[in-house]
Nanobody, 125 residues
């Protein structure tokens, strides 16, 4: 499985962006998928995820109510709609996927086998 992000860019605070992640490989439909981000000088952090068994979505508290994760298994795509962006959202965003992780590992980056190359999101104040 390969993952390729797109859709990053520069936006002013309060604006919106939609990130996309295209997947190759037959396993996408059975994967748990997630978005992580990493700002300069900071550790990678979980943003949002969809657990494969239930389709339920999970969010970091810092983005809840502003970001929405979704997926289209037929198109092998996942998305992150980001609204009301804040300068603190500035980071490189990565999509990730895994076919075996359990729910308790959803927010742990080390649990994912597949990663995209990242896309930069910059929010100016």
């Amino acid at each position: 499985v390969q993952l390729v992000e797109s859709g990053g860019g520069l936006v002013t605070a309060g604006g919106s962006l939609r990130l996309s992640c295209a997947a190759t490989g037959l396993a996408f439909g059975s994967m748990t998928v997630a978005w992580f981000r990493q700002a300069p000088g900071k550790e990678r952090e979980f943003v949002a995820g969809i657990f494969r068994n239930t389709g339920r979505t999970y969010y970091a508290e810092s983005v809840k109510g502003r970001f929405t994760i979704s997926r289209d298994n037929a198109q092998r795509m996942m998305y992150l709609q980001m609204n009301s962006l804040e300068p603190e959202d500035t980071a490189t965003y990565y999509c990730a996927g895994d076919t075996r992780l359990i729910l308790s590992s959803l927010r742990i980056g080390g649990s994912y086998d597949y990663w995209g190359q990242g896309t930069q999101v910059t929010v100016s104040s």
